[in-house]
Antibody, heavy 117, light 107 residues
Framework: EVLLVESGGGLIHPGGSLRLSCIAS????????INWVRQAPGKGLEWVSV???????HYSDSVKGRFSISRDTSKNTLSLQMNNLTAEDTALYFC???????????WGQGTLVAVSS | DIQLTQSPSSLSASVGDKVTITCRAN??????LAWYQQKPGKAPKLLIY???TLHSGVPSRFSGSGSGTKFTLTISSLQPEDFATYYC?????????FGPGTKVDIK
């Protein structure tokens, strides 16, 4: 079964750091485009970052310089290192596969990040 | 960055109604547009990609059309399980922006 499972969310103070993880099953992370998409409570979807098969990464302007996406091929996992968090980063974070020629076809269930003092 | 707008932002409809949602891009994106359905507390699900290609397993009452800057999602006969929020997304370039969503609820 093709599956993505996120973990690592929690409550963090402003200015703090958090590392999210995403474990993939049924496909190889390094051969796919894997994204992070977030959704603030009651709001719409916001694309955050992607790592492409060749290793190049892209970020939204709102997280550039604070977030870093990476992958561990030995564990078939993806990570999102989030630094200098603010209240505006509070959201449900989804790990999502993009299938080339298609779209965002596999979504995890999400992990909740809450930034509050 | 490509900006997407959706209209309407919400609509009320009855089972059996035909529903049309429009997504507009502020610059041409060819056919690099996808539609997703999201129900409360759940992850979004892919409905349509490449503007008009139905994703595997999606009922044929869903259809998409358009290219360039104007796109539409049509539900030919609304079913009870279709009450949800619908998002468009451009896959033409980065950042991979989403539209603000259209909430479809029961009249």
């Amino acid at each position: 079964e093709v599956l993505l499972v996120e973990s690592g969310g929690g409550l963090i103070h402003p200015g703090g750091s958090l590392r999210l993880s995403c474990i993939a099953s049924g496909f190889i992370v390094s051969e796919n485009y894997i994204n992070w998409v977030r959704q603030a409570p009651g709001k719409g979807l916001e694309w955050v970052s992607v790592v492409v098969p060749g290793g190049r990464t892209h970020y939204s302007d709102s997280v550039k310089g604070r977030f870093s996406i990476s992958r561990d091929t030995s564990k078939n996992t993806l990570s999102l290192q989030m630094n200098n968090l603010t209240a505006e980063d509070t959201a449900l974070y989804f790990c999502v596969r993009y299938s080339f020629g298609s779209a965002f076809d596999i979504w995890g269930q999400g992990t909740l990040v809450a930034v509050s003092s | 960055d490509i900006q997407l707008t959706q209209s309407p932002s919400s609509l009320s409809a009855s089972v059996g109604d035909k529903v049309t949602i429009t997504c507009r891009a502020n610059d041409g994106i060819g056919s690099y547009l996808a539609w997703y359905q999201q129900k409360p507390g759940k992850a979004p699900k892919l409905l349509i990609y490449s503007a008009s290609t139905l994703h595997s397993g999606v009922p044929s009452r869903f259809s998409g059309s358009g290219s360039g800057t104007k796109f539409t999602l049509t539900i030919s006969s609304l079913q009870p399980e279709d009450f949800a929020t619908y998002y468009c997304q451009q896959l033409h370039n980065y950042p991979r922006t989403f539209g603000p969503g259209t909430k479809v609820d029961i009249k």
